[in-house]
């Protein structure tokens, strides 16, 4: 202990320390990632495309939206934003310079992460290469376009903050649902909308259409024909008990998330979704 007198020694050590904690968020950062699927919807679907450099298509019936660059590059990324900017962005719904951000980013679902989540997958970000690569505008119909619009919206559909775990289920089924609803997102594919393209609560993971793609009902109705232990091998696999191969949307999803989740968490994830009301396809 001799040498911890030393001021310079222990302001070494207090600086080690600060770097390590800088790490582990980092580490911790880059799981959340994983979690919350950010590099399938940030990256272009194309061979050799920037991780996280945006580019990536979604399309709409009110257009095509593209994920933007979400590297440290100050003028073609964030950068330039604070860590208040990332969490009024994911919490809010609201760019830097405070203008609605279309709800095409799932941030009615972020909205619900954690402090401690949303501070590490900021240390994340903040630790990728920075990427030149401009965001590439949205295409959308003429009056889909007036971003003041959605402050309507969210006065209707949208309902900011954070997960509230339920007293009264397990520390397992809370750690599900908070996977299913905030990092996961899965409603937002899962879930049908109404004509404003809110999803319809009452309808929750029953199944939607995303254009011409069917997208499956993900509550006990269809999930009770497999066991934990198969539904865990979809899960890691993007492959059923015999042979048939998930769709390339979902395979996707499996490759960049579930596949990345800890034992614990994809367990977790599936306990909650197997306690959800049983409910029929949507459209029947």
């Known amino acids: 202990m001799q040498f911890l007198r030393s001021p310079a020694a222990a302001g070494l050590l207090i600086l080690g320390l600060a770097f390590g904690a800088v790490a582990q968020d980092v580490k911790r950062g880059e799981y959340v990632s994983k979690a919350a699927g950010c590099v399938g919807c940030h ?4 061979k050799d495309a920037v991780a996280y450099a945006g580019g990536r298509a979604l399309k709409t019936p009110f257009g095509t939206f593209y994920g933007p660059n979400i590297t ?14 990332f969490v009024r962005a994911m919490r809010e719904g609201r760019r830097r310079d405070g203008a609605n951000l279309f709800p095409a980013f799932p ?6 992460m954690s402090d401690g989540d949303l501070r590490d997958l ?14 590439r505008p949205h295409e959308l119909g003429f009056f889909f376009r007036w971003r003041f619009l959605i402050t309507i919206w969210k006065w209707f559909f949208f309902t900011p903050g954070a997960f509230t775990p339920d007293a009264a289920k397990s520390a397992v089924l809370n750690r599900g649902a908070y996977l299913v ?28 259409k995303l254009g011409e793609t069917a997208v499956p009902n ?9 066991g934990d232990g198969e539904l865990k091998e979809v899960l890691r696999t993007a492959m059923t008990a015999d042979g048939d191969v998930l769709a390339e949307s979902m395979a996707e999803v499996v490759r960049n998330t579930t596949s990345q989740l800890t034992e614990a968490d994809l367990g977790a994830m599936i306990a909650y979704l197997r306690s959800l009301p049983a409910l029929p396809d949507e459209g029947k």
């Open 72 to 85: 440290p590059h100050r003028e073609a990324g964030i950068g330039a934003w604070s860590e208040a900017d």
């Open 218 to 226: 993900i509550t006990p109705t269809r999930l009770k024909k497999l």
């Open 107 to 112: 941030y009615p679902s972020f909205t619900r």
């Open 181 to 208: 609803q905030a990092l996961g997102h899965c409603g937002e594919c899962h879930t049908p909308r109404n004509f404003l393209g809110a999803p319809k609560q009452s309808r929750l993971l029953a199944g939607a």
């Open 122 to 135: 900021w240390a994340y970000l903040r630790s990728l290469p920075a990427s030149s690569l401009p965001s």
């Open 43 to 46: 990256t272009e679907e194309k």
